[in-house]
């Protein structure tokens, strides 16, 4: 027996150490794993990288050369866009790369086949991964260019002339695809300039004038905000059309004539020239009519409303204009009649002298209306007099309106000083012509200020800075008025322009603005910020035309919320450590119950005498086998009968020649022992309360257990004859002590009562033995006789 156990020990040290020279040859192989453990291999190419170049190195463990290596090294993918270079581990860029996708990949990935020379094992997979930065390597493109814009030349300044100008860049989002836009120094780069460098809004610098300029072409650039920049410039071309920003003008400051001698009706002959006026707008021209300003003498004369001819109504004798007759002509625009020019026609008779006749201003009132944005040095009005010509001296009245307006040698009213119609919205004065001699005249001049939009709104500061402290916010928590965050003030310099205020930004929805520029916020809105400054633009646009914008920064620092987002994160751990903490409380509790548990069941078969299926042999003390059920009971008496109730079965088969076999089932809906002592007692108040707690469904299940070993144990007891062999009985050393001994019996007696509840119990018994009488199984199972090789199987 000792010599079997030798060679089972020295087979297993055997063993053992083969599996342990296994592992370590396992493990000192480390060819083909990567350097530091992992999985996969990743590396970082820009897009830029020339075709040939080494991406990285394999970090790979082995050594690949051809001649000397140990292992190879391969790609799974044909057509690769990388290579491994042959004998090493680079890795080697095969195709051009492009982080936009259009002239070569964005991405790579790639299996790299890793196989161990001189070996057996499976070849390995490593993943390979290149991923492809982005590098400046395209440039802005210009959308619908080239640009072409038409302007009137009264257009003002500040106008955005040219909205929606776009260029792309098609590298990915970030500086290098960050489009800054600018005008480029040219010789009429001074007229335009863009709104904000990172948009394409152009507007007019400077105002234009299309008697001066008719077009004119400037060139632009998009560039990006890489380092160093690439750009693409552009053509923007403007063409100017005229508008009706200048009266007619008669070709000669003043025009003669001389009646006819002998006072016959008929045309007269204009001198220097023919009557004349023309439309200063050339690119308007539009049409001149013709008429004779009312006076005294207009009534002999009539002029063509379209040449300008004047003729003699009717004939006049001697005595009719003796001293001749100064005419006023007046050359209106037909589609404007506030566009007009006015000249003089002087008519003297033959051998007269009408230079001796009073000066006199040809109407006694001059009004007009007037742009305040008309530029210094424009003729704004003529002031012809009877006697036109550069010997006559003109003179305003008005120390003030002498500082705005001039008046010429030949009587033209020029603007000396910018308008305001913010300041004065009319110029009233009186302006005096003298010969020199004794002869002057005065005419009342009354200029009427057309406002124009030309103040920007501006605010008061730079930039704006609110603090909302904590208690605003906690007060008005959950009332539907808003917080007061703070006021901005603007203002406009134009007199009859509103302003209206609004908020732009990234939050700006979560803000209000009132027309006087209080700021107010909900509180019940500030749970989808996630910051604790909100920055803001306040935008200021009045009611001009066109209408005119300015913006300024407001920053809105939060206490209250930021104290707020604290507590609540400290609110929601306190409860993720509440959950946390019932859990553990829960997996305790289960882990007490079911240590609990076990301990019961222990107890309960070690009270109950439950547990392991025992087998028996008078042969050989006391054996167990652990293969039967899980469950036993034995009940014995002192009468030495086995006495069962509540559904237990005791079998007692016939083995060989006179030997026994019980078999015992201790699963009942009430389980009664009989006995005589006191461990007997505490043993059935034990199994009461156990068979209490047990559900029904676990009975059912035991039962069913227990009949099906029941019926294999008498199915093989029957068909061989007996149980178990001499050699597959253990010796059970629970039942080596204690064991007493019986007067052995040659004749046995079968005795078959009926049990409770209908249940038959066959027990065998020796001539005056108990078959259990002591209070534990083991004893109880002994008492059945030693001079019969009695077998019993507790189940």
């Known amino acids: 027996m000792w010599i079997k156990s030798y060679y089972l020990y020295y087979y297993a040290i055997i063993g053992i150490s083969w599996i342990t020279s296994a592992a370590n040859g396992a493990i000192l192989d480390s060819r083909c794993y990567l350097e530091g453990g992992g999985s996969a291999e990743s590396f970082l190419a820009t897009e830029d990288l020339t075709v040939g170049s080494i991406i990285g190195k394999l970090r790979i463990n082995g050594d690949p050369n051809a001649e000397t290596g140990d292992i190879n090294l391969s790609l799974r993918e044909k057509n690769a866009p990388v290579e491994i270079v042959a004998g090493t581990k680079d890795l080697a860029l095969s195709v051009e790369l492009d982080k936009e996708g259009l002239r070569g990949p964005s991405s790579i990935y790639v299996n790299v086949i890793c196989v161990r020379r001189r070996s057996t094992d499976p070849s390995f997979v490593i993943p390979v991964n290149v991923r492809v930065t982005d590098v400046n390597d395209n440039a802005p493109q210009w959308i619908g260019t080239p640009y072409t814009l038409t302007l009137s030349e009264v257009t003002v300044p500040g106008t955005r002339i040219l909205q929606g100008a776009r260029a792309e860049d098609a590298d990915q989002p970030g500086p290098f695809s960050t489009v800054e836009y600018q005008v480029l120094p040219g010789p009429y780069a001074q007229l335009v300039q863009f709104l904000n460098p990172l948009e394409g809004t152009l507007v007019l610098k400077k105002a234009l004038d299309y008697e001066q300029l008719q077009n004119f072409t400037v060139k632009l650039r998009a560039q990006d905000q890489g380092t160093p920049p690439r750009h693409s410039d552009t053509l923007l071309r403007v063409v100017i059309t005229d508008a009706d920003d200048q009266n007619p003008k008669f070709l000669r400051e003043s025009y003669s004539a001389e009646l006819p001698a002998d006072g016959r009706a008929g045309e007269l002959r204009m001198r220097p020239e023919p009557l004349k006026a023309v439309d200063q707008d050339e690119g308007i021209c539009a049409p001149i009519q013709y008429t004779i300003v009312q006076s005294q003498d207009a009534k002999y004369f009539r002029v063509h409303p379209h040449n300008g001819v004047i003729t003699l109504l009717t004939p006049i004798g001697y005595a009719d204009l003796t001293h001749g007759a100064t005419l006023v002509v007046k050359a209106t625009q037909i589609d404007n009649p506030d566009r007009y020019a006015l000249t003089t026609v002087q008519l003297t008779r033959p051998g007269t002298h009408s230079d001796l006749s009073s000066l006199t201003f040809v109407q006694k009132r001059f009004v007009m209306r007037i742009r305040e944005d008309t530029a210094v040095g424009n003729r704004i009005l003529a002031l012809p007099t009877n006697k036109p010509g550069k010997h006559l001296k003109y003179t305003i009245a008005d120390p003030i309106n002498s500082q705005f307006f001039s008046v010429g040698s030949l009587g033209e009213l020029v603007l000396a000083k910018p308008l305001d119609y913010e300041k004065m919205t009319k110029h009233e004065f009186q302006v005096i012509a003298s010969d020199g001699l004794t002869n002057s005249t005065s005419a009342e001049v009354t200029l009427e200020v057309i406002d124009v939009n030309?103040?920007?709104?501006?605010?008061?500061?730079?930039?704006?800075?609110?603090?909302?402290?904590?208690?605003?916010?906690?007060?008005?928590?959950?009332?539907?008025?808003?917080?007061?965050?703070?006021?901005?003030?603007?203002?406009?310099?134009?007199?009859?322009?509103?302003?209206?205020?609004?908020?732009?930004?990234?939050?700006?929805?979560?803000?209000?603005?009132?027309?006087?520029?209080?700021?107010?916020?909900?509180?019940?809105?500030?749970?989808?910020?996630?910051?604790?400054?909100?920055?803001?633009?306040?935008?200021?646009?009045?009611?001009?035309?066109?209408?005119?914008?300015?913006?300024?920064?407001?920053?809105?620092?939060?206490?209250?919320?930021?104290?707020?987002?604290?507590?609540?994160?400290?609110?929601?751990?306190?409860?993720?450590?509440?959950?946390?903490?019932?859990?553990?409380?829960?997996?305790?509790?289960?882990?007490?119950?079911?240590?609990?548990?076990?301990?019961?069941?222990?107890?309960?078969?070690?009270?109950?005498?439950?547990?392991?299926?025992?087998?028996?042999?008078?042969?050989?003390?006391?054996?167990?086998?652990?293969?039967?059920?899980?469950?036993?009971?034995?009940?014995?008496?002192?009468?030495?009968?086995?006495?069962?109730?509540?559904?237990?079965?005791?079998?007692?088969?016939?083995?060989?020649?006179?030997?026994?076999?019980?078999?015992?089932?201790?699963?009942?809906?009430?389980?009664?022992?009989?006995?005589?002592?006191?461990?007997?007692?505490?043993?059935?108040?034990?199994?009461v309360n156990l068979l209490e707690r047990e559900r029904e469904r676990e009975r059912e299940r035991q039962r069913e257990s227990y009949a099906a070993t029941v019926r294999s144990i008498v199915s093989r007891a029957s068909a061989n004859g007996q149980l178990y062999e001499e050699d597959e009985i253990e010796h059970d050393s629970l039942s080596q002590h204690d064991q007493q001994q019986t007067t052995p019996e040659n004749n046995n007696r079968k005795t078959v009562t009926a049990g409770v509840g209908g249940v038959t119990t066959i027990s065998t018994t020796s001539n005056g033995n108990a078959v259990g009488a002591a209070s534990n199984l083991l004893s109880a199972s002994d008492t059945m006789g030693s001079s019969e090789n009695n077998l019993t199987v507790y189940f």
């Open 454 to 687: 030309d103040w920007e709104p501006r605010f008061r500061e730079t930039h704006y800075e609110f603090m909302v402290p904590k208690s605003s916010l906690q007060s008005r928590a959950d009332s539907f008025e808003g917080v007061l965050i703070g006021k901005v003030e603007a203002a406009d310099g134009d007199r009859n322009d509103k302003l209206e205020l609004s908020l732009r930004g990234q939050h700006a929805g979560l803000f209000e603005i009132d027309a006087t520029g209080n700021i107010y916020m909900r509180p019940e809105q500030l749970q989808s910020l996630n910051e604790s400054t909100v920055h803001l633009i306040a935008i200021a646009t009045d009611s001009g035309v066109p209408p005119r914008s300015t913006s300024v920064p407001v920053s809105v620092t939060m206490e209250g919320l930021t104290l707020a987002q604290s507590s609540w994160n400290n609110s929601m751990l306190g409860m993720f450590g509440m959950i946390v903490g019932l859990f553990l409380l829960i997996i305790m509790a289960l882990s007490c119950y079911i240590v609990r548990s076990k301990k019961q069941r222990k107890g309960s078969s070690g009270g109950l005498s439950l547990g392991r299926n025992r087998v028996h042999s008078q042969a050989h003390s006391s054996v167990s086998s652990a293969n039967l059920v899980t469950h036993e009971k034995l009940a014995g008496n002192a009468n030495g009968a086995s006495v069962t109730s509540g559904g237990v079965s005791v079998l007692h088969m016939k083995h060989a020649a006179g030997n026994n076999m019980t078999l015992t089932n201790p699963i009942n809906n009430g389980l009664h022992h009989v006995g005589s002592g006191a461990s007997s007692s505490m043993a059935l108040g034990n199994a």
